[in-house]
C-alpha cells in the first residue's frame, strides 16, 4: 500500500513540476499569426539512433501569414554542434503535418523541398523536408548547408487541397552531413524538441507523452493504494468492541 500511494505521489508530483514542457508538436490557426516556436535538436545515426554527444542544431518558426489554402512561415536554422565534433554541416529540416500538405516553396538557405521521402536513421517517411540542393530525396546530397556556428534564414509555404482553420506540425528532424570528430560517423539525423513558445494568439503546444504517461501511473499508483486502505479500515476493530 505504502508503495503504491509512493509511487502515485512522486508521479503526480513529477508532473507538477514539469507541466511547463513542451512536446515536438504545435497546434496554430489564423489568430497566430506572429506566433514563434523554437526547437533544439539533438544528433544521432545508425536505425537504432546511437547518441552522438556534441551534434546539435536549433531551429525558430515563426508563423507570417494565412491566406486562403496557404500557411506561410520564416525560418532561422543554426548548427550549435560543439566538441568532440569538430565539423557538421545541417543539409536540411524535416517535419510532418496534420493535416498533410499538397504541396511546399521554400526560400533562402533551404530553398529546395522534397514531399512524403524517406528520413534517415530509421526515421522513415516525412511528409516534407527543406534542403540546400536539388536532390531527389532527403537524405541529403550536395556540398552546401550550415557549418558549425552558422546561421541561415528564409521562409517557406505550405499548401492543402482547401483552406485548413487548425494546423498542428509535428515530428521535428534535421540532417547532418560531413561529421568529423566522432569515429566511424560522417553523416547522422536530429530529433527536435520544443523549448520556447511565443505566442500572439496562443499557439497550442502538445502536452508530453511522458508527462501523460506519469500522471497516469500517479493516478492508477493513489486508485491501488486507495483499494487495499479500504478494506483494512472495514476490518480493524476497537479492541473493546
Not at 489554402?69 to 568532440?84: A, E, I, K, L
Amino acid at each position: 500500500m505504502k508503495t503504491n500511494l509512493a509511487i502515485g505521489l512522486l508521479a503526480l508530483s513529477t508532473v507538477a513540476f514539469s507541466s511547463s514542457a513542451f512536446a515536438d508538436s504545435i497546434t496554430l490557426g489564423s489568430g497566430d499569426i506572429g506566433s514563434t516556436f523554437t526547437l533544439d535538436y539533438n544528433g544521432y545515426s545508425g536505425s537504432g539512433g546511437t547518441s552522438i554527444g556534441g551534434l546539435t542544431g536549433s531551429t525558430t518558426f515563426t508563423l507570417t501569414g494565412v491566406s486562403g489554402n496557404n500557411y506561410t512561415f520564416d525560418y532561422s536554422v543554426t548548427n550549435t554542434s560543439s566538441d568532440p565534433v569538430t565539423a557538421s554541416r545541417i543539409s536540411s529540416f524535416a517535419f510532418n503535418t496534420d493535416p498533410t500538405i499538397t504541396s511546399a516553396t521554400s526560400t533562402g538557405a533551404f530553398s529546395y523541398t522534397t514531399l512524403n521521402s524517406n528520413y534517415p536513421n530509421g526515421i522513415g517517411t516525412v511528409d516534407v523536408c527543406f534542403k540546400d540542393a536539388t536532390t531527389g530525396s532527403c537524405s541529403g546530397g550536395g556540398s552546401g548547408g550550415l557549418d558549425i556556428g552558422q546561421t541561415g534564414t528564409g521562409s517557406f509555404t505550405l499548401s492543402f487541397s482547401q483552406p485548413v482553420s487548425s494546423l498542428t506540425i509535428s515530428d521535428f528532424y534535421v540532417r547532418y552531413q560531413s561529421i568529423s570528430g566522432v569515429p566511424g560517423v560522417s553523416s547522422a539525423s536530429g530529433a527536435g524538441t520544443i523549448t520556447s513558445s511565443s505566442s500572439s494568439g496562443g499557439g497550442t503546444p502538445v502536452p508530453e507523452p511522458g508527462m501523460l504517461t506519469l500522471f497516469a501511473l500517479g493516478v492508477i499508483g493513489l486508485y491501488l493504494g486507495r483499494k487495499r486502505l479500504v478494506p483494512l479500515q472495514q476490518v480493524v476493530r476497537p479492541a473493546y468492541a
